[in-house]
């Protein structure tokens, strides 16, 4: 399929070293994928769902031990220890090769190696990198047909000495003592055996996309990043975008594909949906921000996704999807915790044991059916609000970066940065309840800078410095903000109502854009005035939206000694803009 030698080469050294019975390359056409399902269905690698309710879908279930991003398992390997910045794990190149190596050396005896030509951004694009991803799972295979533009267009563009990122992927014996996920980004290259889990294994979306692609964006002078990307129509026709940074299963999906709450859909708002997890942001010659998403799917989390929540995702899965670790209901079809429907009355769980509602453990606690990090894959194209500028070269132009997770108490249900030096400051100190979607503690507190932690493939000081080099290279920069859906009341009941609502601090966001939304100064930005946020068919006493807007000044001083900590890991390395930023807010909040 191609006369690229340096592809060539590399496909016959891999295919050496892992030895696999067949090497099928992958053509991007709806015939090999069809004829790609009925093998993996006839292997028992997914289960045919019922055809006439769920068209084109398919469910997979992951081993018990894989079902999650193995953060303490992925490794960035460089020359240097110091590069890699102490939020992430190092490994020497040296080491990394060697002991993934003697994991994959003959583990595709008996399978087929898979070579999947994508391109992240639309090929030919300035914002197109092209990777190959060798693999013996035809999961994978599937998943990265729905996620990425795969087959002949991406390798007729790689022509005959084009520049690829050379990933593979090796399932092995799917033992967590032989896992790896390894990034070697002076070599442009990712290696990950011992996993079949998506975030481990579509080598496109985090490992390329972020840990790779955050490397050659600071080399390069752009941005990769771990943020949503939608665009809000006003009456008026026109369209502005933001792009939105939050900690996986933190609610991107469901503000990606917004649905307007009534009052402000009678006003004539819309949603486009650009994306809902990766944005590659370059400097156009406008002197402002725009941005892709670099994929063309959806890994989304399945539990919590109703018609409430979400109706475009609930619409979007209807058909062509791939459903991981979800529950199998007698007649063929999914049901997961927190869906439209009630739970069947039997049906397997996700691991396809024998399930019924109600089962509990020996600790007397229920047994969920789906696993908290059920997934589902499915094509933007069928997202009832996709964007009609998916495959723009240009992509969009961002009005706003937002940053935001889930604090109970400090955080305000929106605030806007002084500056983007202030901004890019906010960014760096936010923090989130660990999730479902991380290995650790559920509920546990993290610092989760620009929600890049597990992503940034360099020391993130650096990653800092580069954010403050971006901004000064704009004469438009998009203003920064923060937000926080989950503030919680002495009860622990959200005080916020969020989903479509949120559309009503969108709106007060890109006003403030615009230079027309009213604002308060306070010590950590300015918060709307009361009277600011359109709250139009929603019944918010005025008590709870003042305390919803609230600073407090001692909880953020506290705040304030934990960000010095923070920055404290850094030996040094944290720009001076950023201690400058420590100190003035002191100053604000002792003033």
């Known amino acids: 399929m191609t006369e690229h030698k340096g592809l060539q080469a590399w496909v016959s050294e891999m295919a050496a070293m892992c030895q696999p019975d067949n090497i099928v390359w992958i053509d991007g056409s709806d015939a090999q994928r069809d004829k790609l399902r009925a093998e993996a269905v006839a292997k028992g690698e997914i289960i045919e769902l019922n055809q006439a309710k769920l068209p084109g879908c398919y469910l997979h279930r992951t081993a ?72 013996d799972s035809i999961y994978v295979v599937l998943n990265m047909l729905i996620m990425v533009r795969c087959g002949k267009p991406v390798l007729d563009k790689l022509g005959t000495d084009g520049e690829f990122t050379k990933c593979l992927h090796g399932k092995a014996d799917l033992d967590i003592e032989k896992r790896l996920i390894l990034h070697f980004p002076e070599d442009n290259t990712i290696w990950s055996v011992g996993s079949g889990y998506g975030g481990n294994v579509l080598l496109s979306k985090k490992c390329m996309a972020l840990r790779l692609g955050s ?55 819309r949603i486009w949906t650009v994306g809902d997890d990766l944005a590659w942001m370059r400097i156009d010659t406008d002197g ?58 039997e049906g397997w769980d996700w ?9 509990k453990d020996a600790d007397g606690k229920p047994i969920p059916g789906a696993h908290p990090n059920a997934r589902f894959t499915a094509p933007i194209t069928q997202c009832p609000s996709r964007t009609f500028r998916l495959d723009h070269h240009h992509g969009v132009p961002i009005s706003a970066i937002i940053f935001g997770g889930r604090r109970a108490r400090l955080a305000p249900l929106v605030y806007q940065s002084y500056s983007w030096q202030h901004g890019v400051f906010v960014g760096a100190t936010m923090a989130s309840e660990r999730t479902a979607a991380q290995v650790g503690k559920i509920g546990e507190v993290r610092r989760d800078p620009m929600a890049m932690l597990p992503f940034c493939g360099y020391n993130m000081a650096d990653y800092f410095r580069h954010w403050l080099q971006i901004g000064q290279a704009m004469t438009k920069p998009p203003k920064i903000f923060h937000v926080n859906w989950f503030r919680t009341d002495e009860n622990g009941e959200y005080l916020w109502p969020g989903y479509g609502d949120n559309l009503r601090v969108l709106e007060w966001i890109l ?36 305390e919803l807007l609230r600073v407090d000044r001692q909880e953020w001083l506290e705040e304030v000694e934990s960000i010095r900590q923070f920055f404290d890991t850094f030996d040094g390395r944290i720009p001076h803009a950023l201690r400058d930023e420590v100190d003035a807010l002191q100053r604000r909040l002792l003033t």
């Open 64 to 135: 018990p031990n894989d079902v999650a991003r193995t953060e303490h398992l992925t490794y960035i390997c460089t020359t240097n220890k110091e590069d890699v910045g102490p939020t992430n794990n190092w490994m020497s190149p040296e080491e990394g090769y060697a002991r993934a190596a003697a994991i994959l050396k003959g583990s595709m005896r008996g399978r087929t190696m898979y070579v999947i030509p994508f391109s992240l951004g639309p090929v030919g694009s300035v914002f197109s990198k092209i990777g190959v991803e060798l693999t």
């Open 511 to 546: 006003a403030r854009c615009r230079g027309e939304a009213d604002a308060i100064a306070t010590p950590i930005g300015y918060v709307p005035t009361l009277d600011s946020l359109d709250m139009t068919g929603l019944h918010l006493s005025p008590a709870v939206l003042q």
């Open 215 to 269: 490397w050659q964006a600071r080399r390069e002078g752009w941005l990769a990043e771990h943020m949503l990307i939608l665009g809000v129509e006003h009456p008026s026709g026109l369209i502005e975008y933001v792009a939105a940074a939050f900690p996986s299963a933190c609610g991107k999906t469901n503000l990606a594909m917004l649905v307007p709450p009534e009052g402000l859909m009678r006003k004539g708002y």
């Open 288 to 345: 402002a921000l725009w941005a892709v998403n670099p994929e063309t799917g959806f890994f989304g989390v399945a539990p919590g996704t109703n018609s409430k929540t979400n109706p475009n995702a609930v619409a979007t899965v209807r058909r062509e999807t791939i459903f991981t670790n979800v529950v199998l209901t007698k007649s063929k079809t999914v049901w997961w915790e927190g869906g439209d429907r009630d739970p069947p009355a």
């Open 351 to 359: 691991q396809g044991r024998p399930w019924h509602p109600g089962m």
